[in-house]
């Protein structure tokens, strides 16, 4: 059996590859590009492959790198809950959670299964709500939190692009559903406080001209179940209607998508990293996400 390459070098790559760039993965694991560039050349080396390839400014991974990626990822998740078994066979562990409302409802409780069937000693207290965690009194872990990824003194993962469309149950007006913006802004609108309906027409090429009436709401889990009872055209989000299209309760009425600079971040003090815990429901949270 051929020597494994270090633990190290290999948790370099892995982050490497998920950021497709040298500079971000230094960011992530606070050490210099330089650093991260070595450890790749001489991984590189001891396999004899190209790992990586430069496209732009990216350093996009091979489909040799890809494979590999999968089987240290899959490595990596195992030892870290071997390890943490064994530091948390007289009690279990826990982890408290902070994200919005939505994101818990419709994005992570219809996912947990699978982490506690994977984790059954990680115990996880979900706490949804508005107000940021500050992870210093209120006792959070980890949060997914929504924005541009620069908070001060934490640690931020991407997750998840996000973009917005409309969408409705399709039983909606008796299964007869608006084809274009025109015939969607005749129809009965649910108001998200906290979205746009005009950015999206506008961006969709219809210009406003009177504002928009309809049902509002400041709890968009509410406005998206009023979605899927039939109760008009919601402005849904990329990140969470994927599982209510699939399932049929709500359909896509338009191609076109509302595009922001946010994205959904897994996020913590950099140093609760050492936590073997926290860093099993992130790795996770990372593999759910790329599973759409």
């Given at each position: 059996?051929?020597?494994l390459?270090?633990?190290?070098?290999?948790?370099?790559?892995?982050?490497?590859?998920?950021h497709?760039?040298?500079?971000?993965?230094?960011?992530?694991?606070?050490?210099?590009?330089?650093?991260?560039?070595?450890?790749?050349?001489?991984?590189?080396?001891?396999?004899?492959?190209?790992?990586?390839?430069?496209?732009?400014?990216?350093m996009?991974?091979?489909?040799?790198?890809l494979?590999?990626?999968?089987?240290?990822?899959?490595?990596?998740?195992?030892?870290?809950?071997?390890?943490?078994?064994?530091?948390?066979?007289r009690?279990?562990?826990?982890l408290?959670?902070?994200?919005?409302?939505?994101?818990?409802?419709?994005?992570?409780?219809?996912?947990?299964?699978?982490?506690?069937?994977?984790?059954?000693?990680?115990?996880?207290?979900?706490?949804?709500?508005?107000?940021?965690?500050?992870?210093?009194?209120?006792?959070?872990?980890?949060?997914?939190?929504?924005?541009?990824?620069?908070?001060?003194?934490?640690?931020?993962?991407?997750?998840?692009?996000?973009?917005?469309?409309?969408?409705?149950?399709?039983?909606?007006?008796?299964?007869?559903?608006?084809?274009?913006?025109?015939?969607?802004?005749?129809?009965?609108?649910?108001?998200?406080?906290?979205?746009?309906?005009?950015?999206?027409?506008?961006s969709?090429?219809?210009?406003l001209?009177r504002?928009?009436?309809?049902?509002?709401?400041?709890?968009?889990?509410?406005?998206?179940?009023?979605?899927?009872?039939?109760?008009?055209?919601?402005l849904?989000?990329?990140?969470?209607?994927?599982?209510?299209?699939?399932?049929?309760?709500?359909?896509?009425l338009?191609?076109?998508?509302?595009?922001?600079?946010?994205?959904?971040y897994?996020?913590?003090?950099?140093?609760?990293?050492?936590?073997?815990a926290?860093?099993?429901?992130?790795?996770?949270?990372?593999?759910?996400a790329?599973?759409?």
């Amino acid at each position: 059996m051929a020597p494994l390459p270090p633990l190290e070098t290999l948790r370099v790559f892995e982050v490497a590859c998920r950021h497709g760039s040298y500079s971000e993965a230094a960011r992530e694991l606070n050490v210099t590009h330089s650093a991260v560039s070595q450890r790749i050349r001489q991984l590189e080396e001891d396999l004899g492959l190209t790992l990586f390839e430069r496209q732009g400014n990216r350093m996009m991974p091979t489909p040799a790198a890809l494979r590999l990626q999968a089987g240290v990822r899959g490595a990596f998740s195992e030892l870290g809950a071997a390890l943490g078994s064994l530091q948390t066979r007289r009690r279990d562990a826990e982890l408290t959670v902070s994200l919005l409302p939505v994101m818990a409802a419709r994005w992570l409780v219809p996912r947990l299964s699978r982490f506690t069937a994977r984790y059954p000693n990680i115990n996880l207290h979900i706490k949804s709500g508005q107000p940021l965690a500050n992870f210093k009194s209120d006792g959070v872990d980890i949060a997914i939190r929504f924005g541009t990824g620069d908070w001060k003194g934490l640690r931020a993962i991407k997750l998840l692009d996000e973009a917005f469309f409309p969408v409705c149950s399709p039983s909606l007006n008796g299964g007869r559903l608006p084809k274009d913006p025109v015939a969607m802004l005749a129809g009965p609108l649910l108001i998200d406080r906290n979205l746009s309906w005009r950015a999206w027409f506008k961006s969709a090429g219809l210009t406003l001209d009177r504002d928009i009436a309809g049902t509002s709401f400041t709890d968009t889990n509410a406005l998206m179940e009023a979605a899927v009872m039939g109760q008009g055209i919601a402005l849904g989000r990329k990140s969470f209607t994927r599982a209510d299209i699939l399932a049929g309760r709500l359909v896509r009425l338009s191609d076109h998508s509302l595009r922001v600079a946010y994205c959904h971040y897994a996020v913590y003090p950099a140093a609760s990293e050492s936590n073997p815990a926290l860093r099993a429901f992130r790795d996770w949270l990372i593999e759910e996400a790329q599973r759409g």
